[in-house]
């Protein structure tokens, strides 16, 4: 369960899990979080649910809210943000996501449930109405399984953020650099998942760059691509770093340097 | 059903279209609850992804896939061979055919959900795109995607029915904070949940050279449209090597749900000046 760390110039105050569709923070006894002090408005802020995600909104406060040193009007929380309001620090801590430091702000990828408009228009989303205590138990089943698999399978994140895999085994990135022709010299960083080679109409062939290093597949043309003199076949090709490859009659040397 | 002149008097829809179809069970789920078909004679493709009750989302989505693609199927066959009862029962445009089988569907899923304990609470995502006269309808419910490669670019033709998009759409959270959310799975639009669903279909025009991609989340959250234009631009002649590329980049990413791919090439112009067909023109305008 996701809740807020209160604390004062950097000690510890309070806890509070976050229950409620709604928490507010201000100088006013009434607020939910009560921070005593001139710097805060009445109604300064609030912590809003919203099916599995908390935001921060600012109430128009006189003195801002800020979210992680930038001020905010609205924002998404996510594990260890830290919210400030004058002196006082809220930290954000979504105990789901910080069971595996992998996991933390990662997507969640629970089973795909159904919410009434209806739900959306009061402001309290209820999943699926008809799920019965055994729909419940299978999906957080599922959910500490993904957890525990998170640490064996590569991190999601990075694909769905920047449409790239994490680095790959090595820690290191692909590149290909002309050997011959009028573009000798040049090079390609292969940071895509996936780059297109070649010519057109002619040969075309694919490195994809997959967690388990660089591979190059045969996509067009009569010729398939040679890697060190050696035909690569039209299936995927695993490649090492130095090859050298042929396509089209241009020759690259493939290899993995740093960033 | 059909006759000797049937065939003659209609276009068979596989010259035109080029369809490949892939479904993966992906990296962590122990079962695949999506559901996919295709039928280029009517030029019908279809997918399905189930939801909720005890393992019973494979069968909400087996019961769309397979009703909807029966219904649609007689009911195009029959309007084609010109049949006089046929043809007076199915004046309906194909826009009404696709509806009223849609209803079915929830129907059956719906009353099967009522009076098996185990399928309670079941239901399913569904995309659906329907190729006739250099049209496309494309219909939806929930958070199953369609999009189109034209020009190189790739275009998503569907609007998820999912908290996140409604979140969007509201101006709470940017596209790009949307990615970081907790609430991707949820759907807000579901088939087989309630006894009436709607629909959410348009229809667009197709040019010959288009690629149109049908898949379930499982690939949608995992990879990023880029990487999913680069594969379909990379080779749009192999299709099966693009569909494979797609299943295979979502399980590098972590392979968290089925992953279903339908990907169509328009390979000819499909114009079919039928007067059955300029009936629902007329119903659509």
Known sequence: MAKLILSLDGAFLSEY???EERTSIGRRPTNDIHLDNLAISGNHAAIVKAGNDFYVEDLNSTNGTLVNSAATKKHLLQHDDVIEFGKFQLKYVDEAASNDDEAAGLPAFEKTMMIRPSALQSNTPQPLVKSTSSDMQETEHSFSGQQVS?????????AATTATPSVSAAGKVGRVQVLNGSNSGRELVLNKALTTLGKAGIQVAVITKRPNGYFITHVEGQILPIVNGVSAGAQAYALNDHDVIELAGVKMEFYLANH | MKNDESQMANMNLSDALDIVRLTDIGLLRDHNEDAIASDDDIGLVILADGMGGYKAGEVASEIAVLSITAELKEAISDSQSGHAAAALDTLRSEAQLIVDAVTNANSAIYNVSQNYPHCAG???TLV????ANNKLLAGHIGDSRMYRLRNQFLVQITEDHSLLQEQIKAGLITPEQAKFSANKN????ALGIDPDVELELNEFDVEVGDVYLLCSDGLTDLVGD??????????????LWAAETLVQMANDNGGMDNISVILVKIKNSFDCKCSWYDNFVGWLK
């Open chain 2, 226 to 239: 880029e990487d999913i234009q680069s594969t379909l631009n990379a080779n749009s002649s192999n299709l």
């Open chain 1, 150 to 158: 998170d640490q064996s399978v590569p991190s999601p994140a990075d």
């Open chain 2, 186 to 189: 949820l759907v807000t639009r």
């Open chain 1, 17 to 19: 899990p976050l229950i």
């Open chain 2, 122 to 124: 079941m239901g399913t």
């Open chain 2, 128 to 131: 659906l795109g329907l190729f």
